[in-house]
């Protein structure tokens, strides 16, 4: 069993659009995230929630919203689609919020046309 | 500062080798530095990690090497192998909760 699954895999779409990705994690953890990575590599955490609640909100454009319905699910939704918005989002999940092994989805790779 | 530099961007290594990998960190609130393993098409895997309060952990072929005063740690892979060609990523655990990474080493380990 997949123990941090994304959906969809790929995700192909125009720019001004709006999409979503989800994210569910059967580890029973309690803190989940979102990253992105882009062309170079590069990680950078956008949010995260522990226990559905809000406690790491990076500076991303407000087009970008996400959603925790409990705590082994989270959602990104992101309006307005633009072409700096193309990249590797992924999302990972870890039992407590500071110093845990966090596991990582294999990733939603988004391109915007 | 919350950054995590890390070098070199790639390495090419010959089967049987060390390959060696390292990161300098800027905030000493850091205290947690793990180390993730990505390949192609999968999400970064935690590979090893270390506290700043230990010199040295080693786990298998994988050797973290962590120097507290000069703000500095490095992977060492001992007999590096083809199937470990793959991007390495250190990290730092920042006192805000975040997990800060490096800018990623592309390994090659040629046959």
């Known amino acids: 069993d997949t123990a941090v699954s994304q959906t969809p895999k790929y995700l192909v779409t125009q720019m001004g659009n709006d999409k979503s990705i989800k994210c569910e994690q059967n580890?029973?953890?309690?803190?989940m995230y979102w990253y992105k990575q882009d062309s170079k590599k590069f990680l950078k955490i956008m949010f995260s929630y522990n226990n559905k609640e809000l406690i790491i909100n990076e500076t991303v454009p407000n087009r970008f919203s996400p959603k925790s319905p409990d705590k082994a699910h989270l959602n990104l939704h992101i309006n307005s689609l633009e072409l700096g918005d193309s990249a590797v989002y992924f999302c990972?999940?870890?039992?407590?919020?500071?110093?845990?092994?966090?596991?990582f989805g294999d990733g939603t790779r988004l391109s915007i046309l | 500062q919350q950054q995590v530099k890390q070098s070199p961007q790639s390495l090419i290594v010959q089967k049987g080798g060390i390959s060696i990998i390292n990161c300098a960190y800027e905030?000493?609130?850091?205290?947690?530095f793990p180390w993730y393993q990505q390949f192609p098409g999968k999400g970064p895997a935690l590979l090893i990690a270390?506290?700043?309060?230990?010199s040295e952990k080693k786990e298998g072929r994988f050797t973290i090497s962590f120097n507290k005063s000069a703000k500095q740690f490095s992977l060492h892979i001992m007999d590096s192998q083809p199937g470990d060609s793959a991007t390495y990523f250190c990290?730092?655990?920042?006192?805000?909760?975040?997990?800060?990474f490096g800018q990623g080493t592309t390994l090659q380990v040629k046959p």
């Open positions: 990972a999940s870890s039992q407590g919020h500071s110093n845990q092994p966090q596991h």
């Open positions: 905030n000493t609130a850091f205290d947690y």
């Open positions: 270390i506290r700043p309060d230990v």
């Open positions: 580890l029973g953890h309690d803190t």
């Open positions: 990290a730092g655990y920042s006192n805000t909760g975040k997990l800060i």
